[in-house]
């Protein structure tokens, strides 16, 4: 019986260790996909920073989702990268701060938020 149990062991052990090779040779294999995983995180971090930075980390991921664009335009006029003076941009940014303000404060639901914020696409 004791020599079952270290045989079962050395089995276990085995399908780990095969297991650690096969990840580790995936990771070799697509350079290019963790690359862009890489990147996709690091760019989510920076989101999910300028949401608590104005005051809105606490969204609901579907609302985060829609507006998303939105606060990256935000992040990037607010580093300079470009400035704009349409009244379409400025009539979309006053949208969102109403919507996302309305549902903190309770008074409108999660869906008519995203109803509301939601941009069709041509």
Request: contains cysteine.
């Amino acid at each position: 019986m004791p020599g079952t149990l270290l045989v079962n062991i050395n089995k276990t052990h085995k399908a780990m260790i095969n297991a650690v090779k096969k990840s580790a040779r995936n990771r070799a294999a697509n350079p290019a996909l963790l690359t862009i995983f890489k990147k996709a995180e690091k760019e989510h971090r920076k989101t999910e920073e300028m949401f608590d930075l104005i005051g809105w980390g606490e969204l609901p991921a579907e609302l985060k989702f829609t507006i998303e664009d939105d606060v990256k335009g935000y992040m990037d006029e607010l580093h300079g990268r470009y400035s704009t003076s349409c009244p379409l941009v400025q009539r979309r940014r006053e949208s969102v701060d109403f919507w996302v303000k309305s549902y903190l404060d309770e008074i409108c639901s999660l869906e008519t938020a995203l109803e509301a914020l939601k941009v069709s696409k041509i």
